[in-house]
């Protein structure tokens, strides 16, 4: 029991500072009748953790699915790890699709296209109230489909050790593949881009994905260590960690290439309409694009080079942090200055979400590691996994 009051605290303590900030942004947006846009301020900051958390967990999941569907054998010993990370992807998704109704419904007011009559007819067809939200149901619906199956199958092949629940679990991981090629590029367009109704980039879904994926990959990192270090998985060793530490170094690259070119390419052309997504930010968010290239790019650039430090617990447990609070600044850049334009800030709003759904996310990942066996034995790999040695 002492274990769950731990991380509960995280959500009580998280609850608290929200409440406490909605309350003095809602004293001041009611005396400032001009500052109208202060009031979805603390909507954008609970829908900036919801995404990030969310969008970390289904990053996991599409990198679990990535080692199945390649038949990699190194990374057995933690694969109920990642699986109990991406138990979070309907949990978060509920909250996500509370923001999403709230706003369809006129309640709240982050998607500014949905108080909009004058769209034009070829952004009609796309961004209606009504379609908007079935494919954000079918989003989240489906992930969380094939996120039960992979793990109703992984576990059958534990109990049983039979091979055709690996060949099902194989299938299934396909299909996964396939559903996600497509909706996690139209999910980026829906949740995120269409927050600048007047703004497009054909990589921008790419980009997000690179985010929440180097996000996801750290996550797991961090996670075994401290499982590790407890005593609950010790087959994970030196080699994983070190191979663990190369993807992260590899996406972080991923991100670092994708921000670039979209950067680049849009300020070299100069088209007002797409330049403005960057002037905004460099104008009133004092350049918070640029800046978040330390944690996300040179950090993990300059830290993660050396093979020595790839199998440094410390070493990655410090550069793992960093990249976590790096790429929520990311995502923060992605949605504040769409929703809330120059009325921004961070104080126990940001904080409070950030707390709140991260205690959220920690005790849906303690319950569901708690009920699964850590060392999947019955994977045809795991024997393989177990005495894995990086080849140097």
């Given at each position: 029991?002492?274990?769950?009051?731990?991380y509960?605290?995280?959500?009580?303590?998280?609850?608290?500072?929200?409440?406490?900030?909605?309350?003095?942004?809602?004293?001041?947006?009611?005396?400032?009748?001009?500052?109208?846009?202060?009031?979805?301020?603390?909507?954008?900051?609970?829908?900036?953790?919801?995404?990030?958390?969310?969008?970390?967990?289904?990053?996991?999941?599409?990198?679990?699915?990535?080692?199945?569907?390649?038949h990699a054998?190194?990374?057995?010993?933690?694969?109920?790890?990642m699986?109990?990370?991406?138990?979070?992807?309907?949990?978060?998704?509920?909250?996500?699709?509370?923001?999403?109704?709230?706003?369809?419904?006129?309640?709240?007011?982050?998607?500014?296209?949905?108080?909009?009559?004058?769209?034009?007819?070829?952004?009609?067809?796309?961004?209606?109230?009504?379609?908007?939200?079935?494919?954000?149901?079918?989003?989240?619906?489906?992930w969380?489909?094939?996120?039960?199956?992979?793990?109703?199958?992984?576990?059958?092949?534990?109990?049983?050790?039979?091979?055709?629940?690996?060949?099902?679990?194989?299938?299934?991981n396909?299909?996964?593949?396939?559903?996600?090629?497509?909706?996690?590029?139209?999910?980026?367009?829906?949740?995120?881009?269409?927050?600048?109704?007047?703004?497009?980039?054909?990589?921008?879904?790419?980009?997000?994905l690179?985010?929440?994926?180097?996000?996801?990959?750290?996550?797991?990192?961090?996670?075994?260590?401290?499982?590790?270090?407890?005593?609950?998985?010790?087959?994970?060793?030196?080699?994983?960690?070190?191979?663990?530490?190369?993807?992260?170094?590899?996406?972080?690259?991923?991100?670092?290439?994708?921000?670039?070119?979209?950067?680049?390419?849009?300020?070299?052309?100069?088209?007002?309409?797409?330049?403005?997504?960057?002037?905004?930010?460099?104008?009133?968010?004092?350049?918070?694009?640029?800046?978040?290239?330390?944690?996300?790019?040179?950090?993990?650039?300059?830290?993660?080079?050396?093979?020595?430090?790839?199998?440094?617990?410390?070493?990655?447990?410090?550069?793992?942090?960093?990249?976590?609070?790096?790429?929520?600044?990311?995502?923060?850049?992605?949605?504040?200055?769409?929703?809330?334009?120059?009325?921004?800030?961070?104080?126990?709003l940001?904080?409070?979400?950030?707390?709140?759904?991260?205690?959220?996310?920690?005790?849906i990942?303690?319950?569901?590691?708690?009920?699964?066996?850590?060392?999947?034995?019955?994977?045809?790999?795991?024997?393989?996994?177990?005495?894995?040695?990086?080849?140097?």
């Amino acid at each position: 029991m002492l274990k769950y009051i731990k991380y509960y605290i995280f959500l009580i303590i998280g609850f608290i500072l929200f409440s406490i900030g909605f309350y003095q942004n809602l004293s001041i947006t009611n005396s400032l009748v001009d500052y109208k846009e202060l009031n979805f301020r603390p909507w954008s900051a609970l829908y900036i953790s919801a995404f990030y958390f969310t969008s970390l967990s289904l990053g996991v999941l599409f990198f679990l699915v990535i080692q199945y569907v390649s038949h990699a054998g190194w990374v057995i010993v933690i694969i109920r790890v990642m699986e109990g990370i991406a138990s979070f992807i309907p949990y978060g998704g509920i909250i996500i699709m509370l923001i999403l109704v709230l706003n369809s419904i006129g309640i709240i007011h982050i998607f500014h296209w949905m108080d909009l009559d004058n769209l034009s007819n070829n952004k009609k067809f796309y961004l209606n109230k009504s379609f908007f939200l079935i494919r954000s149901i079918i989003y989240l619906v489906g992930w969380t489909i094939f996120m039960k199956y992979i793990k109703y199958f992984s576990k059958k092949l534990d109990e049983t050790h039979n091979r055709k629940y690996f060949n099902k679990l194989y299938k299934v991981n396909v299909l996964f593949l396939i559903f996600f090629a497509i909706t996690s590029m139209t999910m980026g367009w829906d949740w995120i881009m269409s927050l600048d109704i007047n703004w497009i980039s054909t990589l921008f879904s790419w980009y997000i994905l690179s985010s929440y994926l180097v996000t996801g990959i750290t996550t797991i990192t961090l996670i075994s260590i401290y499982l590790k270090w407890k005593g609950y998985i010790p087959l994970f060793n030196n080699n994983h960690l070190h191979d663990l530490a190369k993807y992260i170094f590899a996406t972080s690259l991923l991100w670092s290439y994708l921000w670039f070119s979209q950067y680049i390419l849009y300020w070299y052309g100069n088209i007002p309409e797409e330049v403005v997504y960057y002037f905004n930010r460099s104008e009133q968010y004092n350049n918070i694009h640029l800046w978040m290239l330390i944690p996300n790019f040179l950090i993990p650039f300059l830290g993660l080079l050396s093979s020595k430090i790839k199998r440094n617990y410390k070493a990655i447990t410090i550069i793992g942090f960093i990249i976590i609070i790096g790429h929520y600044i990311d995502i923060y850049n992605m949605i504040m200055p769409s929703c809330v334009h120059k009325f921004y800030g961070f104080g126990l709003l940001e904080i409070g979400s950030f707390l709140f759904m991260m205690g959220f996310f920690i005790c849906i990942i303690q319950k569901t590691l708690i009920k699964m066996e850590l060392e999947p034995k019955g994977n045809p790999f795991f024997y393989k996994s177990k005495y894995y040695k990086y080849p140097h």
